[in-house]
């Protein structure tokens, strides 16, 4: 059975940054494309970022585009979203997806004041 953590999540200040993990156990996360989403408050879940199981560069939304980045570490099983100059509207709870077995991380909270 495939299940993804999310980690990394936290309280800061707007500028700041925070490097969310999202751990896989029972797959190995390089042979999935991997989406990470936020929903923030009254608001519908979003796209953020995604990096697809065949390589390249990831892609990402317009609103987090020079801020974050996500990257994979294969020996570790682990897919990143480094998060620069963090925003107040980047307050949200941050899921990561994998595109091949349709499974959801239980999300992480990050929250960003002015």
């Known amino acids: 059975q495939v299940k993804l953590v999310e980690s990394g999540g936290g309280s800061v200040q707007s500028g700041g940054s925070l490097r969310l993990s999202c751990t896989a156990s029972?797959?190995?996360?390089?042979?999935?494309?991997i989406i990470w989403f936020r929903r923030r408050p009254g608001k519908q879940r979003e796209f953020v970022a995604s990096?697809?199981?065949?390589?390249?560069?990831?892609d990402y939304a317009n609103s987090v585009k020079g801020r974050f980045t996500m990257s994979r570490d294969v020996a570790n099983n682990i897919v990143f979203l480094q998060m620069n100059n963090l925003k107040p509207d980047d307050t949200a709870v941050y899921y990561c997806?994998?595109?091949?077995?349709?499974?959801w991380g239980q999300g992480t909270q990050v929250t960003v004041s002015s």
């Open positions: 997806h994998s595109v091949e077995t349709d499974t």
């Open positions: 029972g797959r190995t996360l390089n042979r999935d494309s």
């Open positions: 990096i697809s199981r065949s390589g390249g560069s990831p």
